[in-house]
């Protein structure tokens, strides 16, 4: 692979920063929004440190199908309320694990996140998981302005 093919996106989170990274770490909130859509997350787990590593269960429908897919990964580095950064892949894919960095920052109405995801092998693979990252997003902003 010659280039590194990625997406960024952007959302504003009506929450104090602290907030916004609990809610990427904690596994009692992970499981409040961490999924596209109007899936559902039966369960999450997160060793929060560097090589500690967190998984993600979803379910619910996807293209008119069901689908149960498992997110896990290992994180890679860690500024508290700042910056997350892991390794991401679905449970019993071989495909080459892909990297994610979520980035917490003040702004005037909440915390801005910008979540950047590289390494894709295909742009097909990227477009999917854009998709299912802008849900994921307007889930959490959901979560956190109710």
Known sequence: MSENIKLQLK????AKRNQVFDAWTKPELMTQWYHPGAMINPSASSDLKVGGRYHIEMKGQMDGKPVNPTAAGEYTKIIQNELISFTWGWE????????????????????????THERFENTDKRDHHQKGWFGCLENLAKFYNN
Do not use: M, R
């Open 11 to 14: 959302q504003i989170i009506k």
């Open 92 to 115: 019993g894919d071989p495909s080459p694990k892909t990297l994610v960095t979520v980035e917490l920052k003040d702004v005037s109405s909440g915390t801005e996140v910008t979540l």
